[in-house]
Structures are given as C-alpha cells and as structure tokens.
C-alpha cells in the first residue's frame, strides 16, 4: 500500500542522504527542474541527473541554449525534484511552462542545486554543456513504495524520441515508429494519467504519426 503522508520538512545537504540528495542516485535518473529566469518566474524543464562516480559530484548535461542553460548561468541553482506525475514531466520536457513558485505539488521531494559548468562542446550540430549539481537544501514531501508502470516509462521515453525527431542525426521515421510503439504501450499498461500525459505529447509535437 502506497503511503503519500507528507514526511514534512527541510533539511540541509549535510542531514540528508549521502552527498545531500534524498534518494540515492543511480545511472541517470529523470527529475524535473525549476530555474529562475529574468522574469522572476519559474522556468520549468525535463533534467538527466547523472549519479556521482568516486568523490565526484552529480552532473547534468544541457542540451543547445535552453531556458535551463541560460537560467543556470545567469542563476547559478536550481530546484531539481523528483516526481511520479506523467503528466508534470511530459509538459516539462516538451513545453514552455513557468510557474510562481519553485517546487511542484507533484514533487515527492526535492534538491535545491548550486550549479557549476564543467565541460562544453558540440555534438551533431549542437551545442552542450556539462554542470556539477551541488546539494545545498532539500526536502521530502512524501513517501512512497515504488512501483514499476511500462506505461510511464514509455511517456518517459516518448519524451526523448520527440526531442530527437529535428536532429539531423538521428532518423525520424524510426523515431516515429518507437512514438507509435510507446503510444501502444501506454494504452495497454498505462493508467489514465499515462494516457492524459501521452495526449499532452501529441499536442505538444509537431508531427503526426
């Protein structure tokens, strides 16, 4: 049984999990950040948190001049927060959305980040930059028991297919064909809010498939 009592509060990096995150991290794990931008609100985006190797802090990578590249080096921080909600992760990867405040009701928990840029270059025609995400404050909204939904991860993976459809190295009749694999999934395992965040992807590409 799922437990979604708030475990409430904030703590410093030091009084959290090693190296100040809530949860551990392991390979890549797929969050949602918040930046601030020039407008005083919150840019909301889609964010690859890469786990530490070693003494090594955990990393992220932006991709071409995004509201998060700008916002992070302008800002220096920013809020990564670790949801469940489809819905909230297929509008950060794939739409414009800014908000009043920094940490989404869907948020389990949460990281405020300093950010440092480590490493930059270009790959297929764009531009990428690399940062260090140092834990400065988090907190935990809730906890939970996991579960495994194909149906999530497929909007999960919709998500990345749809960023690739417009880069030249990748072809997008295969990226169609995953699109309608992923939307194949969704319908046979994934709850309603899988199947209204998949909707949300169709609305948001500019393809049909």
């Not at 948190?49 to 071409?64: I, K, N, Q």
């Not at 531009?127 to 579960?147: A, I």
Request: hydrophobic residues 35%.
């Amino acid at each position: 049984m799922t437990d979604d009592s708030a475990d409430e509060g904030s703590v410093t990096a030091s009084e959290g999990s090693e190296r100040g995150w809530p949860v551990e991290l392991a390979g890549v794990t797929e969050t949602i950040v918040t930046t601030l931008g020039p407008n005083e609100r919150w840019n909301v985006a889609a964010l690859g948190v890469r786990a530490p190797e070693g003494d090594r802090p955990a990393t992220a990578t932006t991709w071409g001049r995004t509201r998060t590249w700008r916002n992070f080096r302008e800002r220096g921080e920013g809020y990564v927060q670790f949801t469940r909600d489809p819905v909230d992760f297929a509008e950060a990867a794939l739409s414009v959305r800014e908000e009043a405040e920094p940490i989404l009701d869907s948020a389990d928990a949460w990281v405020r980040c300093a950010v440092d840029r480590v490493a930059d270059g270009e790959d297929g025609g764009t531009r990428w930059v690399e940062w260090t995400l140092k834990p400065q404050e988090s907190g935990v909204e809730r906890r939970v028991v996991p579960t495994t939904n194909r149906g999530h991860a497929a909007v999960v993976e919709a998500t990345v297919a749809v960023s690739r459809l417009d880069v030249p190295a990748y072809d997008r009749e295969t990226l169609l064909d995953r699109l309608r694999y992923f939307e194949s999934v969704v319908e046979t395992a994934g709850s309603e809010r899988e199947r209204e965040a998949f909707r949300r992807v169709r609305e948001l590409t500019d393809a049909e498939w």
